[in-house]
């Protein structure tokens, strides 16, 4: 079974586009919405095979990802952002790459991905990732992708400490390699939202305090 989890927060203008296009890529997936009490009641959404969790406390995309695992009846994990920048379309070719593997990234930095944000929110996470590379190792590319799938038995026994917004994923990703779980990227196409507001994206400051955020997580893993 397949469970995809969706840490959400005032996505109710894409939260139906999403379950709906999720459904007609992985019919039978279980998908879990992990909701940080959406003032916009993304909470809400009803669904055949689409769980919310409503969480009212302990907020931000890792929390609410942990969340969604552990609520997940899935024995392959998927989580991915809910705001349509991540193609859900990509889940079934992840899926079957996990035949091989034990975790797979959807990656805006190899072969097939692009990154089509803007300007400063590309060299950023370029460098965050380049930064990654120097001091971990160069086995991920995108270790902040935020778009991932992966079997239960790798989160049974890597886990990341579940808070803040996207380090977690730099944490789990390096922490899996270290252990020896094979890891493969997929490369794909990482747009800007088209309805909504971004959580990440509307000031400078902001940027460049998840960098800093960012950076200290990656020196704290060495």
Not at 141 to 168: C, M, W
Not at 193 to 204: D, H, I, N, V
Request: hydrophobic share 40%; net charge positive; with cysteine.
């Amino acid at each position: 079974m397949i469970s995809v989890i969706l840490p959400t927060y005032n996505e109710s203008m894409n939260i139906r586009e999403m379950i709906a296009r999720i459904k007609k890529s992985v019919p039978d997936a279980e998908i879990i919405v992990s909701d940080d009490n959406s003032p916009d009641k993304t909470w809400k959404v009803r669904g055949e095979n689409v769980h919310v969790i409503r969480r009212m406390f302990n907020k931000g995309v890792g929390p609410a990802i942990w969340d969604g695992i552990k609520k997940a009846k899935g024995n392959i994990l998927v989580w991915m952002d809910a705001d349509l920048t991540m193609p859900p379309e990509l889940i079934p070719r992840m899926v079957k790459s996990l035949q091989e593997n034990d975790i797979v990234v959807g990656s805006r930095y190899v072969q097939g991905g692009k990154d089509k944000r803007s300007f400063i929110r590309v060299l950023t996470s370029r460098m965050i990732n380049l930064f990654a590379n120097l001091v971990l190792n160069f086995k991920v590319r995108d270790y902040d992708s935020g778009f991932i799938a992966a079997k239960r038995e790798v989160l049974n026994t890597v886990g990341f400490q579940p808070k803040g917004h996207g380090e977690y994923c730099i944490e789990f990703l390096y922490k899996a390699g270290c252990k020896g779980y094979k890891i493969k990227e997929i490369g794909f196409v990482f747009t800007e939202r088209k309805k909504g507001e971004s959580k990440s994206a509307q000031y400078l400051s902001s940027i460049l305090k998840y960098g800093v955020v960012y950076i200290k997580k990656i020196l704290s893993l060495r």
